[in-house]
C-alpha cells in the first residue's frame, strides 16, 4: 500500500468542524503526513476544548470560523484555498441537544453538507470528499444483529434523523452532479461511538466522567445496560483517511458508504466501559438518573466492508482504548505533557501498530 506520508504530502487539504474533537485529531495528523491543512468552523464550544488546547490554529495553514449554515462563507474558504481533499466533519454531533434543538440540528447538518457539496461543485479542483455521518443513520430495530451498509436509514431522534437525510442529500449529489470524469467523488463514513484524549463535550460519557473525577463530583448515568460500539478517536481518523486514500487510487470501489466500528467483542455497556476506565484511573460516585428522551439501548455495525477494502483493522482493543483515554488526561492534568504532545505521542503510537508508514 502507498506510504500516506507521500499521498498527502502538499496536498490541499479541507477539514470543516476542525475546531471541534475529532475534527483537530484529524488536523493534526493531516500535518504530520505534510498536508496542507484548511480549517472551516465555528468556535468550539466547550471550555476546556482541544482546538484551544493544542493550539490547532498555531499548528495548519489557515482556520476559518464560520458557519456551515452560511454558503457565502463556505463558498469563499473553498474560492480561497480550492482544496484538493475535503473532510466534512462540521455537525450538531449530540442527540440530546437534537431534542432541545432540532431546527439547528437539521440546519447543520443537512443543510451544512448541501452546502459544501454546492462550493466543491461550483468551485471545482476538489478530488476527493469524505463526509462522516453516524452509525445512528439506520433504522434501528434494537435487534443482536449489526447492521451492513445496504440496510435502511431512519432516525427517531432528530440527531439520527438529520444524518440520514443528510445522506440523502450526498447521495442526491453524487449522482446529480459528481458524475463526470475529474469531478469529486464522494464516500460517506458512519463510525460509532468515539472515545479519546481532549474530549469535555456535554452529555458524552467520558468527558462526563472526566469532569466527575477532576471536580470531586458524583457522575450521573442515565443508561447503564446501554451497549454502544466504543473506539478511538483516532481508528475514525484512520478509516477516514483510508477512505480518502482509496478515493484518489481507485475512485470506483471507494464511493458509497462505509461502516468504521470496533470489534464485536469491544461493544459493551456503559456500566462496564465505566468499571474499566475506573480501574485504571479513578472511580467517581455514580448517581443513576432515569432518561426522560428516547435513546437507543443496542447498536452495532458490520464493518466487513472496510477491513476487506480499505484494510481498516484498528490495532487498539477496548482495553487499549481506554488505557489510552485515562493516559491522555490523566498526563494533561498533571501538567507533565501539553494537549499537543499528547496528541501527537498517541498519533506516532498508533502508526507504529498499521503498516502504511515508514
Sequence with gaps: MEIWSKLFSNKRVLVTGHTGF???????????????????????????NLYDASQLADHITASHIADITDYNSVHAVFEEHKPEIVFHLAAQPLVRKSYREPLETYATNVMGTAHVLEAARHVGGVD?????????VYENKEWIWPYRENEPLGGKDPYSAS???????????AKSFFQEAGSMRIA???????????DWSEDRLIPDFVRAITNDSSLLIRNPRSTRPWQHVLALCHGYLSLAHLLLENPEKAQGAWNLGPRPEDSIPVGDLLKKIGSVWKEPVLEYVPSELLESQLLSID??????????????????VIKATADWYKQYYEGS??????????????QANIGIFE
Excluded at 504532545?341 to 498519533?347: G, H, K, N, S, T
Design 22 to 48: 475529532t475534527g483537530t485529531w484529524l488536523s493534526l495528523w493531516l500535518k504530520k503526513l505534510g498536508a496542507e491543512v484548511y480549517g472551516l468552523a465555528l468556535d468550539p464550544i466547550s471550555s476546556p
Design 128 to 136: 476527493a470528499g469524505v463526509f462522516i455521518t453516524t452509525d445512528k
Design 163 to 173: 444524518k440520514s437525510a443528510a445522506e440523502m442529500v450526498l447521495s442526491s449529489y
Design 188 to 198: 460517506v463514513a458512519r463510525g460509532g461511538n468515539i472515545i479519546g484524549g481532549g
Design 303 to 320: 464493518s466487513s466492508k472496510a477491513k476487506a477494502y480499505l484494510k481498516w483493522e484498528p490495532p487498539w482493543d477496548i482495553d487499549d
Design 337 to 350: 505533557k501539553t494537549a499537543f504532545d499528547l496528541v501527537v505521542e498517541q498519533i506516532m503510537s498508533y
